[in-house]
C-alpha cells in the first residue's frame, strides 16, 4: 500500500511496506519525483531518490530519540552488506552505544590519524629531543638525526602513522642501506622506532612496527676513528698541516685541533662569544657537549696566538670558523676530515676526532699527568655522580700547566725530523 507521509518540516516521503527486500526489488524500483523508501526488515530500509540513486538508511530509537543512520549507497553496498552494517549497528544499541555517535567519533579519529604523519610526528619527536630539560640533543646530534629521519621520511613520511606496517619501515631503511650505508641504516631505523614509540606514549599508535625488525638489516663493520699517536708519526702530520695550502679559517681549524683535542663539532661550532683571550680560556656551553656540561678549555699561549690570527678573518663575533659560503653557518664538518685527506691521509690513518686519541694516548703515555685531569681534559662523562660532582672543578690548575706543556711538546715534535721524541724524554 502507498501512502504520503509528512513529518510538518517539508520533507516529504513515500512509503512502500512491503515484505523483506530482495535484490531484484531493489534494482526495479524506479525513480519518482518525490523520495520513497522501501523496506527491510528490523529497520533497514532503502530510500529512492528522484535521480535514482538508492541510499541505505536504518532508523532506531536511542534513548528515547528516533534516529537514523547512513549504512552506504547501492548497488556499493549490496542488500548483504546493507543488513550486516544494521546488525552491527543494533549490537552497539545493545551494548548501549548510539551508532551515530560512534560514527562520529570513528570519523575524528580517522581524521586525526591522516594528520599525523610519520613526517610531522618525527618533526614533533625532534623537537621534543632538542628541548629535553634532562638530556637534550646537542646541535650536531639533532642536525645528525634529522637528516636521517628525512631519508625514511621519504618513502614514508606523508603515510599516516597508524597505517604503516613493518614492511614499509623495512623498505624505507633498505633503500639507505642498498647505498652502502650500513650504519647509517642502523641508525635511521633505531628513530624511526623512537618516533613510533613517541606516538605509543602520546596516545596515537598501539603499538611500535619497529619491534620485530631487530636483526633485519646488515651489521656494519665496528671501525675506530683513524688516528695517529706514534710520535715520530705526530711529527710528520703537524709539519704537513703547515704545509696545508687551504682556505685561511680552515687551515687555522686545522692547526688549533691538535691542541685543544675537542670533539670536531664543539670545535666548528665554536663561538667568539664563548672565548675570553684576555683570559685564556674557552666555554663550551652545556648543550653543546655530549655529556651535557659545560667544558672549559685552558688555551695555551699558542692556541691565543692562532685564535687571534683567526680573529683577523672571522671575528670578533659570530662562529669562529664559519663557512666559506655564509658567516651565518659553521664550516661544514667534512672540513677538518677533507683536509686531512687532501694532505694523504686515509681515513683509517687519521681523522678530525683522532686529535683526540693523540692526545690521550700521549698524555697518558708520558706520566706527568693524572689519568682524572686527562679525561677532565677530554669531557668524558663520569659513570659515577658522585665522581663525577667531586671532580666538577678539581685538576683545574693542573689542566691549566697540562695544556701549556701539550702545545709545546707538539712543537717540540712538530720542529724534529730526524729523532723519536718519546713524552717521558720531552722537559719543560
Not at 163 to 177: G, H, M
Not at 246 to 256: F, H, T
Not at 296 to 319: A, E, F, I
Amino acid at each position: 500500500m502507498l501512502f504520503d507521509s509528512g513529518n510538518g518540516c517539508g520533507a516529504h516521503f513515500v512509503e512502500h511496506r512491503t515484505m523483506a527486500l530482495s535484490d531484484l526489488a531493489i534494482r526495479n524500483a524506479k525513480a519518482r519525483e518525490k523520495s520513497y523508501k522501501i523496506g527491510d526488515s528490523l529497520g533497514l530500509f532503502l530510500q529512492v531518490q528522484p535521480t535514482g540513486s538508492k541510499l541505505w538508511r536504518f532508523k532506531y530509537r536511542f534513548e528515547g530519540l528516533e534516529k537514523k543512520l547512513g549504512l552506504g549507497i547501492y548497488p556499493s553496498v549490496g542488500l548483504a552488506e546493507a543488513r550486516k552494517r544494521r546488525d552491527q549497528a543494533r549490537e552497539l544499541i545493545a551494548a548501549g552505544s548510539d551508532p551515530s555517535r560512534e560514527r562520529r567519533r570513528e570519523k575524528l579519529r580517522r581524521q586525526e590519524l591522516a594528520g599525523n604523519s610519520f613526517a610531522l610526528l618525527a618533526a614533533e619527536y625532534c623537537k621534543k629531543r632538542k628541548g629535553d630539560g634532562y638530556k637534550p640533543w646537542a646541535p650536531a646530534t639533532a642536525e645528525r638525526c634529522e637528516h636521517l629521519l628525512s631519508l625514511v621520511s621519504v618513502s614514508i613520511g606523508r603515510m599516516a602513522i597508524a597505517d604503516i606496517e613493518p614492511a614499509d619501515v623495512l623498505a624505507a631503511v633498505r633503500k639507505i642501506e642498498r647505498r652502502g650505508k650500513l650504519e647509517s641504516a642502523r641508525r635511521a631505523l633505531q628513530l624511526a622506532g623512537s618516533v613510533f614509540r613517541f606516538a605509543v606514549a602520546t596516545a596515537r599508535l598501539r603499538s611500535d612496527p619497529t619491534r620485530d625488525l631487530r636483526g633485519a638489516l646488515a651489521s656494519p663493520k665496528v671501525t675506530h676513528y683513524g688516528a695517529i699517536t706514534e710520535a715520530h708519526k705526530v711529527g710528520k702530520l703537524l709539519r704537513d698541516i703547515d704545509s696545508y695550502q687551504g682556505v685561511g679559517v680552515a687551515r687555522l681549524a686545522l692547526k688549533v685541533a691538535p691542541h685543544v683535542f675537542v670533539r670536531p663539532g664543539e670545535l666548528r661550532q665554536a663561538l667568539w662569544s664563548e672565548i675570553d683571550l684576555e683570559g685564556a680560556l674557552w666555554v663550551i656551553p652545556a648543550e653543546r657537549m655530549k655529556v651535557r656540561k659545560a667544558h672549559h678549555v685552558p688555551l695555551s699561549n699558542q692556541v691565543v696566538d692562532l685564535l687571534k690570527d683567526v680573529r683577523s678573518l672571522s671575528g670578533p663575533k659570530g662562529y669562529v670558523f664559519p663557512s666559506v659560503r655564509s658567516r651565518a653557518r659553521p664550516m661544514s664538518e667534512n672540513t677538518i676530515n677533507g683536509a686531512l685527506r687532501r694532505l694523504g691521509y686515509a681515513t683509517d690513518e687519521m681523522t678530525g676526532h683522532g686529535f683526540r686519541a693523540m692526545a690521550s694516548t700521549l698524555l697518558n703515555e708520558s706520566g706527568k699527568w693524572s689519568p682524572d685531569a686527562i679525561e677532565r681534559a677530554l669531557a668524558h662523562g663520569d659513570v659515577s655522580k658522585v665522581r663525577a660532582a667531586y671532580h666538577r672543578g678539581a685538576h683545574w690548575n693542573e689542566r691549566v700547566e697540562m695544556a701549556q706543556w701539550w702545545s709545546n711538546y707538539l712543537d717540540a715534535l712538530r720542529e724534529q725530523r730526524d729523532s723519536v721524541i718519546l713524552p717521558e724524554h720531552w722537559h719543560d
